[in-house]
Structure formats: C-alpha cells, structure tokens
C-alpha cells in the first residue's frame, strides 16, 4: 500500500512541476531598455506623427500632469484616499484639459485608457478622456515582486490597426524599465509594441499636442 502511495505522490509531483514549468515558460520575458529616447531610425517627426497616431497600433505613456509637491503619499491608506497623496495642481489640471482638446481636436482614437489608481493619475486621465473611458490598473504602479511585470506586458503588447493604448502613470515605474531620460510632468512617450518589448517613436511635451496636424 505504501509503495503505492509514494508512486502516486511523486506522480502528482512531477504533473505539478510540468505545470509550473509550463506557466513560466508561456509568461513573457521581456528585458529593460537602457533609453527612452526615441530610436534613431524609427522615430517620427511632428509632421509625420499626427497621421502615424490616427492609423493606430501604438501604446502612449503618459506621466500624469503638473502636481502639488507640498504633499506627499506618506499618509495615504489606500488608492482612493485622495486627501493624503499628491494631488494635481491647478495648472495640471488645465493641462490635461488642453491635452484633452488637442486629443479631440486631432481625432486620435480613443477606445483604451488605462490609468494608474493613484488620485493624481486618475484625475489626469479623466480631465484628458473623460471618467465613463479610463479604468483603473494597478500594475501600472506596483512592482509585483518585480521591475513592473505587469506595465511590461501593457508596454509591449501590439495595439490593433486603428486603435491606441493609452496609459497614465508616473514617472519612475516608466524610467526603471524603459530607461532615462526621466519623463517630465505631463509629458507622453509614444511606444511601437513588438510583442517582446517596444520601441519609443516619439516623445511629446504637454504643449506639443497643439503643433501635431
């Protein structure tokens, strides 16, 4: 009887070990990338860009706008304790609003927008696409046990024809995987997603989204 036992045991554990194997084998590795600039060759010009956007198939990265660096997180007890995190000043906020209308003004397609929970990423991305559009992803700030797994796959996933993935979030989580240099306040870096990784096209200043055609 006892033989018997350890024969199935030992079975359940190699049947077990396949499993985990296989989980890890299908999970994508995706590396960092030492730059966020973007890649020489592939980069697209402000002329070029407006029209590369409309056709679709990129990931936009925004950094939330403009905030009160009066306050801290410190205190917060959970995403939606709005009163103990750093909030959008009033000049972010009418930044995102002028982002909002230049956004709508160049018909870019808007069907997925993915915010970070945190007050000020939430704020930014309903100010520029509207509340009924964003929804809230915590992988976009926590590191999960490691270097932002979770943004990784958002990053590197490809974006259908005629569509776009945009993402509002911070700038370190973007800075520790994609590289320097450091995104500024209301600044968005525009991504080619290859499935492995990305490649950053374009990298648009808040009051750049005016100068797109």
């Known amino acids: 009887m006892l033989p018997s036992l350890?024969?199935?045991?030992?079975?359940?554990?190699?049947?077990?070990?396949?499993?985990?194997?296989?989980?890890?084998?299908?999970?994508?590795v995706i590396p960092d990338v030492q730059s966020s600039a973007p890649v020489a060759g592939r980069a697209l010009?402000?002329?070029?860009?407006?029209?590369?956007?409309?056709?679709?198939?990129y990931v936009i990265y925004f950094r939330h706008?403009?905030?009160d660096?009066?306050?801290?997180?410190?205190?917060?007890?959970?995403?939606?304790?709005?009163?103990?995190?750093?909030l959008l000043s009033v000049q972010g906020k009418e930044t995102a609003r002028r982002i909002g209308n230049a956004i709508r003004k160049l018909r870019l397609p808007v069907q997925e927008v993915l915010s970070s929970p945190y007050c000020r990423t939430m704020d930014t991305a309903r100010l520029i696409f509207g509340e009924e559009k964003v929804k809230s992803r915590n992988e976009i700030r926590e590191e999960q046990g490691a270097n932002y797994p979770g943004l990784k796959i958002l990053l590197a996933t490809p974006?259908?024809?005629?569509?776009?993935?945009?993402?509002?979030?911070?700038?370190t989580p973007f800075r520790s995987i994609a590289g320097p240099p450091h995104l500024a306040e209301g600044e968005a870096a525009v991504l080619e997603p290859t499935g492995s990784g990305w490649a950053v096209v374009a990298r648009i200043q808040p009051d750049q989204w005016n100068l797109l055609r």
């Open 69 to 86: 660096f009066s306050k801290t997180d410190a205190g917060m007890q959970n995403y939606g304790d709005c009163a103990n995190q750093r």
């Open 45 to 57: 010009s402000d002329a070029a860009l407006g029209d590369a956007l409309r056709k679709g198939g």
């Open 6 to 28: 350890f024969r199935g045991c030992r079975s359940a554990l190699l049947l077990l070990s396949l499993a985990c194997g296989l989980a890890a084998a299908i999970e994508p």
């Open 159 to 171: 974006v259908a024809s005629g569509s776009l993935r945009w993402i509002i979030g911070h700038g």
């Open 65 to 67: 706008t403009q905030t």
